[in-house]
């Protein structure tokens, strides 16, 4: 059975670090583009960053770019998002999701886990 369980999220004061991670299981990971997703209250799904299977290339929104690193451990098949300097507009839910790479449509996502950056 597929499984993309998030943990790290919490309440973190502006300019804190905060790490995301995604444990992922029952399904070949490493061959999967993994991203984080966020999305605020009333706001669209952004993508806040993304890495590749074996190769590790990353992407990051503008918005994270930066501040944000993505990274992955296949042997773990787990991935991470190491969150600096966190703004207050950085408060969302974060998915973890699994993309096959030959789609462009996500395949699975985890249950979210919450971001609040506040004072």
Same mark, same amino acid.
């Given at each position: *059975?597929? %499984? ?6 919490? $309440?973190? %004061? ?32 952004? $993508? ?8 590790? @290339?990353?992407? #990051?929104?503008?918005? @994270? ?8 451990? =296949?042997?773990?098949?787990? @991935? #991470?998002? *190491?969150? =600096?300097? $966190? ?5 969302? +839910? ?11 449509? +996500?395949?699975?996502?985890? *249950?979210?886990? *919450? @971001?609040? +950056?506040?004072?």
């Amino acid at each position: *059975q597929v %499984q993309l369980v998030e943990s790290g999220g919490g $309440l973190v %004061q502006p300019g804190g670090s905060l790490r995301l991670s995604c444990e992922a299981s029952g399904f070949t990971f490493s061959s999967y583009v993994m991203n984080w997703y966020r999305q605020a209250p009333g706001e669209e799904r952004e $993508l806040a960053a993304a890495i590749s299977g074996t190769t590790g @290339v990353t992407n #990051y929104a503008d918005t @994270v770019k930066g501040r944000f690193t993505i990274s992955r451990d =296949n042997a773990k098949n787990t @991935v #991470y998002l *190491q969150m =600096n300097s $966190l703004k207050p507009e950085d408060t969302a +839910v974060y998915y973890c999701a699994a993309r096959p790479p030959w789609s462009s449509y +996500v395949k699975y996502w985890g *249950q979210g886990t *919450q @971001v609040t +950056v506040s004072s």
